[in-house]
């Protein structure tokens, strides 16, 4: 099946990223956020354990318009639109660098999707506003459904340790995956149940918290037999999220630099006028266009054709760590001297763009990824 015309992105995905563009605009300002995790760089870096701020305020607002339950299927309580629409709210929170469990929760719901029926009662907390998040990595960081990092035992209680999990402290639900006999298997486990614990990493993103989870002895009901199948089924839609992210974080990089280099004078003239500056901008526009392109082809592909989704979910996720790595160094370049310092706003993009550059891979992993996924079909 053939994509439709603009990737199938009609009158009610364009609705959902208006509504997304108003609420965050309101109520999600650079002010506020500066204000929420970054009026101090004492408490940022230094405090222990690390801060985990977010506005509880706001999610509320974001649980109110459904966004958690845009796409946990209808049959499970939820709005079940299309991965375009998804990649288009995430974009936004990404342009607003949210500090938000809604990308993790996001996720979570796409593992949950290709878990089954049994996750159906999961996936309607989720859509009631619980967030969520993956507990599938293991110390090594690797991302592969196979390399579980949790045992199981043979009554199925859960002991071991998940690390790298994202906005661990704002979640209410883990999704684990174990190893064990039977192979993968997925369990839905409340954040606050007895036997697990969840210990800070600090890191250098101040919009997001990750931290390592220890299960000890944790009793969980599996949700899928098949974890590895469920996990592998949902990675595309994974990279989307985490691509539109990205693609989000990187307009604003652009246009506030664009900006700075209308109002920026030097020599009596704006600094845009100089090609030294004028060209990057044009080139961190290209890299933009480029990764947004490959983005909404590769959502477009979850919901329309599965075969190619995964492949065009690799590229997508390469051109956006890429264009990440590339607007994050000029905006912070063409902004001269106060580029790099702690009181200059594009600080908080810059560390927000290089964690999520590398979360479940970077450029160079995806490509090789790639030439794997390609070699494999020639």
Same mark, same amino acid.
């Given at each position: ?83 375009? *629409?998804?990649? /288009?709210? +995430?974009? @936004?929170?990404?342009?607003? !660098?949210?500090?938000?469990? #809604?990308? %993790?929760? $996001? =996720? ?116 899928? *037999?098949?974890? /590895?199948? +469920?996990? @592998?089924?949902?990675?595309? !839609?994974?990279?989307?999220? #985490?691509? %539109?992210? $990205? =693609? ?116 160079? *992993? ?13």
């Amino acid at each position: 099946m053939a994509q439709p015309r603009d990737f199938g992105f009609g009158s009610e995905e364009a609705m959902v990223r208006d509504q997304a563009r108003k609420l965050l605009r309101e109520q999600a300002s650079v002010e506020r956020l500066r204000t929420l995790v970054a009026a101090d760089h004492h408490a940022a870096y230094e405090a222990d354990p690390p801060p985990a701020p977010w506005d509880s305020t706001l999610w509320a607002g974001m649980v109110g318009l459904g966004w958690p339950a845009l796409f946990v299927p209808e049959s499970a309580g939820g709005v079940g639109m299309k991965m375009v *629409a998804v990649a /288009a709210l +995430a974009e @936004e929170i990404g342009r607003a !660098a949210v500090p938000s469990p #809604l990308p %993790a929760t $996001l =996720c979570a719901t796409a593992v949950l999707r290709e878990a089954g029926a049994a996750a159906r009662p999961v996936l309607a907390r989720i859509a009631g506003g619980t967030p969520a998040t993956l507990a599938v990595t293991g110390r090594s960081g690797s991302w592969e459904p196979g390399d579980a990092p949790v045992e199981r035992a043979a009554g199925g209680a859960l002991s071991g340790e998940a690390w790298f999990v994202q906005d661990a402290r704002k979640a209410g639900l883990l999704l684990v995956a174990s190893r064990g006999e039977g192979g993968i298997r997925l369990h839905a486990v409340p954040a606050d149940a007895p036997g697990v614990s969840v210990v800070p990493d600090r890191i250098v993103d101040l919009t997001r918290d990750q931290a390592r989870v220890r299960f000890e002895g944790v009793r969980a009901e599996p949700l899928a *037999a098949d974890g /590895a199948r +469920a996990l @592998e089924g949902a990675l595309p !839609a994974i990279l989307v999220v #985490l691509a %539109a992210d $990205l =693609c989000g974080a990187a307009e604003w990089q652009l246009q506030t630099t664009a900006e700075y280099a209308r109002v920026r004078t030097q020599f009596d003239r704006p600094i845009g006028f100089f090609q030294a500056v004028k060209h990057p901008i044009v080139n961190m526009m290209v890299a933009v266009d480029r990764a947004r392109s490959l983005l909404y082809a590769a959502a477009c592909a979850v919901d329309t054709e599965p075969g190619q989704a995964l492949r065009l979910a690799r590229m997508a996720k390469a051109a956006a760590s890429d264009a990440a790595a590339f607007c994050s160094d000029r905006s912070v370049q063409l902004h001269g001297g106060i580029g790099f310092t702690w009181e200059c706003d594009v600080q908080l993009w810059f560390k927000r763009q290089k964690h999520g550059q590398f979360l479940w891979g970077d450029g160079l *992993a995806q490509r090789q990824k790639l030439a794997a996924l390609l070699g494999a079909g020639a």
